[in-house]
């Protein structure tokens, strides 16, 4: 079982940054493709961004060219860089580890973007 712990979540009013932290127990961690999702109120949980164990970085369009997702192996922890918020990115974001059929998620940690 891999356990996943999101930190860095919070208020922030438009046009801010906020950093997301997600610390991992997973033994292998280098194997398993990370990813940050979000979920807003009544809305599915959708992808944020993804970084493979190669390093291959994906992005939702609605988040391309201002977050930035990152990984350190040796830390076994991802990051997620956000900045120029927007309303719209008002959302609890959830941690994901990902290796062939397993799948593990976060508690989840709720981000607002407001004024």
């Known amino acids: 079982q891999v356990q996943l712990v999101e930190s860095g979540g919070g208020l922030v009013q438009p046009g801010g940054s906020l950093r997301l932290s997600c610390a991992t127990s997973?033994?292998?961690?280098?194997?398993?493709?990370m990813g940050w999702y979000r979920q807003a109120p009544g809305k599915q949980r959708e992808l944020v961004a993804t970084?493979?164990?190669?390093?291959?970085?994906n992005y939702a369009d609605s988040v391309k060219g201002r977050f930035t997702i990152s990984r350190d192996n040796a830390k076994k922890t991802v990051l997620l860089q956000m900045n120029s918020l927007k309303p719209e990115d008002t959302a609890v974001y959830y941690c994901?580890?990902?290796?062939?059929?397993?799948?593990?998620w976060g508690q989840g940690t709720q981000v607002t973007v407001s004024s």
């Open positions: 970084v493979t164990s190669a390093g291959m970085s």
């Open positions: 994901n580890a990902a290796y062939f059929s397993s799948s593990y």
């Open positions: 997973a033994s292998l961690f280098s194997i398993y493709t």
